[in-house]
């Protein structure tokens, strides 16, 4: 059910006779923003009358009269310089909501295609652990497969995962030279992070010592700019005062991101020097940064010491990132990693140089493209294959494998210039019927504004902000005193499950309520919330949901029998209210699809739960005046509770019948 749809249909149709342009006029309709003017408006007489040259309140009437709406509408109003508003007949929205009873989808007509789309997600860089950044590509990228495959599309989700690149060479090198083959083998997940760390902190050191003057140059130049703007700006006209102003100001954002770098880098070179055991480790290892490249080379290129030390970790590497999967309740159809593509590499530069889009440039070989500075490489002066690469293999195969209509990559704002040129690439691979989407998004930062970090500077672990969530959600939902109520009382058992559900339903309802392309502060307090824009609140008003049909003893086929027999009645504003509201899934669903954010739907669920909450304050159930009214309202509150239930398992977070 979009009712917006249905309503556009019909004034399309009255349109049609009017103008060229009905689609566009019939797509100004709004829900109305005071419910004095009804439940939806259709603004399209205003511009309409301009272009006929006629009074905007006369071509609304004309409208009117050519509108067929009166099975679904009272008789339309022309209010204000022409606005036309709709109120939803009663008895319609009635047929339509108790027809939502009984059926599972809530009501969401399916949207089926031939053809797939393809949702590229998650894929981590293993070897390395998962911290906090790994969680927005997960989340988002599970709860975009869950809707559009409830929509009725062919959804096919692949974990690209980086399993063939650098960090490999960084825990082979570690192995050879930090390891032991018996602590490895008997705690291997541990250990291998561990050499991870270790090895990564030298190159991070070297790096830092190779950059440190040029960075501290870098400040210095940022600083004169930061002068000259601002004698400029002493010196201005008063008309260009403003523009002045705005270069100090980016002057200033960039001398301090500067500082910021000398800063890191600083902490970087600190953190080993001033350490024995960490300096040792430096001189003994003064080329560590190339060693690693070279490690790496010689895996791709099959050297059978470092391939069977790859072949030994990517199991251990990957029951790691399965844990987290499992306790966030994420599948994959596909897990093809980089590897997989490696064999296809030479096949695709071949390819492109024979298509005449790639050509040797300084030994490498480069797609140039024009609107960008740099050419797209996809073979470096040693022969090494590069991320692009991989991904123009994994493109191909895609499109031989699933046919898909779109490609989503749901990856980092931060990559935007790489899927830019590949789709850039494609295009010219003559690949412009496939929808390909950067479904980027932006940086989870600390409290204080800047991207999360642990105090020694690393960043933080998955797991242990799943598990921090889950322990705050306890202390929230199972404090002693709330719980004290409890009918009979909550186990331990019922505490831990209902614990996990809140604890990470909040960190995705959290990250997922932000537009995707906007940073946010991770603040757990906020997520875990009982009151607020929380999926706790969203959780507690389903249990309350369920707690009214309980104590009615009332399933919803009950409910079904009882409407058929009653049948339904508006008594009070928060019921038509609340009604209006269940219809609305599909609505935020498709609306979610169109953007690919799932924060519609967050949305929808909030307003949702608020409504309910309304509706609830004034409308007493098992107390209610008459049977016909009673039945209303438990087909609302079951109504409520499933599109609540099913809006956040498409989201990803689970339900708990009572907290
Ligand atoms: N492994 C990459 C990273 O962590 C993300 C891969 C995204 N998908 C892709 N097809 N490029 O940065």
Not at 45 to 50: T, V
Not at 83 to 107: A, M, P, Q
């Amino acid at each position: 059910m979009h009712l917006p749809n249905l309503l556009q249909d019909r004034f399309r149709n009255a349109l049609a006779s009017v103008t060229d342009r009905a689609d566009q006029y019939a797509a100004m309709i709004r829900p109305t923003a005071d419910p004095k003017h009804g439940d939806y408006q259709c603004n399209c007489a205003m511009p309409l009358s301009k272009e006929l040259g006629r009074n905007p309140r006369e071509v609304a009437s004309e409208l009117i009269e050519k509108l067929q709406i009166d099975d679904v509408c009272n008789p339309p109003q022309v209010a204000g310089p022409g606005f036309i508003n709709l109120t939803i007949k009663d008895d319609y929205l009635s047929r339509v909501t108790s027809g939502l009873l009984g059926d599972e989808r809530c009501g969401v007509s399916s949207q089926e295609g031939e053809q797939s789309i393809v949702i590229d997600f998650s894929s981590p860089n293993v070897a390395k652990p998962m911290h906090v950044g790994h969680i927005r590509s997960t989340v988002i990228g599970d709860a975009l497969a869950r809707c559009l495959r409830f929509l009725g599309h062919r959804v096919v989700t692949d974990n690209h995962l980086g399993d063939w690149g650098t960090q490999f060479g960084i825990i082979i090198y570690g192995y050879k030279h930090f390891g032991d083959a018996k602590i490895v083998d008997a705690n291997p997940v541990q250990e291998l992070s561990k050499l991870y760390r270790i090895v990564n902190q030298l190159i991070e050191y070297r790096k830092s010592k190779k950059s440190i003057d040029a960075l501290e140059r870098s400040v210095m130049d940022a600083e004169s700019a930061v002068q000259l703007a601002k004698d400029a700006l002493v010196n201005a006209e008063t008309s260009k005062q403003k523009s002045a102003k705005k270069t100090v100001s980016s002057a200033e954002r960039r001398c301090s991101g500067a500082i910021a770098a000398v800063e890191a880098a600083r902490l970087k070179i600190d953190a080993v020097e001033n350490d024995q055991v960490w300096s040792e480790r430096a001189s003994l290892h003064p080329r560590i940064d190339e060693a690693v490249l070279e490690e790496t080379a010689k895996l791709h290129q099959g050297d059978p010491e470092n391939l069977s030390l790859w072949e030994r970790f990517l199991p251990h590497c990957k029951d790691e990132i399965n844990r987290v999967y499992e306790r966030l309740d994420v599948t994959f159809d596909h897990t093809l990693g980089e590897s997989f593509y490696h064999s296809q590499l030479s096949g695709v530069v071949q390819k492109l140089r024979s298509e005449g889009l790639a050509q040797d440039s300084d030994g490498a070989v480069c797609v140039f493209l024009s609107g960008f500075d740099a050419p797209m490489i996809v073979q470096k002066q040693d022969g090494a294959f590069l991320y692009a690469t991989t991904d123009l293999a994994t493109l191909q195969y895609r499109l031989e494998q699933f046919d898909p209509a779109e490609i989503l990559y749901v990856v980092d704002t931060r990559q935007s210039e790489h899927f830019e040129k590949l789709f850039a690439v494609a295009d010219q691979f003559g690949l412009e019927h496939v929808k390909l989407v950067h479904v980027n998004f932006g940086t989870v930062l600390g409290e204080d504004g800047k991207p999360m970090k642990t105090r020694s500077g690393s960043l933080i672990g998955l797991e242990s902000l799943l598990d921090g969530a889950v322990e705050r959600a306890k202390k929230v939902v199972c404090d002693p005193e709330r719980l004290r109520t409890f009918d009979p009382p909550m186990e331990h058992a019922e505490q831990e499950m209902i614990a996990e559900a809140v604890g990470i339903g909040a960190i995705k309802f959290a990250d997922l309520s932000h537009h995707r392309t906007s940073d946010y502060r991770f603040n757990l307090e906020k997520m875990v919330a009982l009151d607020g824009n929380t999926s706790a609140y969203v959780q507690y008003s389903y249990a309350r949901t369920q707690k009214i049909l309980e104590n009615a003893k009332k399933a919803e086929s009950d409910i079904v029998k009882l409407i058929a027999k009653e049948g339904w009645v508006f008594s009070h504003p928060a019921e038509r209210n609340l009604a209006l509201m269940l219809m609305k899934l599909e609505e935020s669903l498709v609306g979610l699809h169109k953007d690919y954010a799932p924060n519609q739907l967050v949305d929808y669920l909030l307003e949702t739960a608020k409504t309910y909450s309304k509706f609830n304050e004034n409308c007493h159930v098992l107390r209610a005046e008459t049977p016909q009214i009673q039945a209303t309202r438990l087909a609302l509150v079951c109504l409520t509770g499933r599109v609540l239930q099913l809006g956040l398992h498409l989201l990803g977070i689970g339900v708990v019948p009572r907290m």
